[in-house]
């Protein structure tokens, strides 16, 4: 059976991106990247909305590009390597191998894909998450906290949901970025 994973890089003060729709602050260390390569080597299938997949689908091409640290090249390959879910009522067609687009986001499809999986899968981008979060579905929380505030924007977390976590983990970076990883209890 597999995790539901939900993962994304944020401010000190929980958003994911700021009141312009920026994310230029977020963490570009290689250190960092390596992490979450390694950290997320082991996913084998992507659930994004069509906004968060049109920012990822850069790794679909990535490692070709000239003069790029290795760890561009590494996350990269993983990427390419999962499969990914698109959901989307306007994105036509998928624009990286892999991927398939479904129309609506349903609950059960995703329970039952946890359950019929030996890997683990992610739901990216605060929209879809949140969804998945009030549905129940998502087992761990894996929170890459940039050291800055950014006043506002998007949130990390969705608004009137309580849930109880376990910290399970965490790593910290010399530039001030941590990665906080949570269960859900019980």
């Known amino acids: 059976m597999g995790r539901l994973i939900y993962s994304m890089i944020t401010s000190l003060d929980g958003y994911a991106e700021d009141a312009n729709g920026d994310f230029g602050w977020t963490a570009t260390e290689d250190d960092v990247h390596a992490f979450v390569t390694e950290e ?18 850069y790794w679909e091409t990535a490692d070709q590009l000239p003069d790029q640290p290795s760890v561009i090249h590494d ?19 998928p624009t990286s191998k892999r991927t398939r687009i479904e129309r609506s986001f349903d609950p ?9 999986t030996d890997h683990d899968l992610t739901v ?9 979060i009030k549905a129940g579905l998502v087992d761990e929380i894996h929170q890459i906290v940039c050291p800055v505030i950014v006043g506002g924007g ?29 269960q859900r209890k019980g």
């Open 75 to 93: 996350f990269a390959r993983v990427w390419q390597a999962a499969d990914k879910i698109v959901y989307s009522s306007t994105l036509a067609e």
């Open 124 to 132: 990216d981008g605060p929209a879809l998450a949140a969804t998945a």
């Open 40 to 57: 997320y080597a082991d996913v084998g299938t992507y659930l994004y909305g069509s906004r968060m997949y049109q920012t990822m689908v």
């Open 154 to 182: 998007k949130r990390f977390f969705p608004e009137g949901v309580r849930r109880d976590l376990d910290l399970v983990s965490e790593s910290r970076f010399d530039t001030g970025v941590l990665h906080l990883r949570y």
């Open 108 to 116: 059960e499809q995703v329970r039952q894909l946890k359950a019929t």
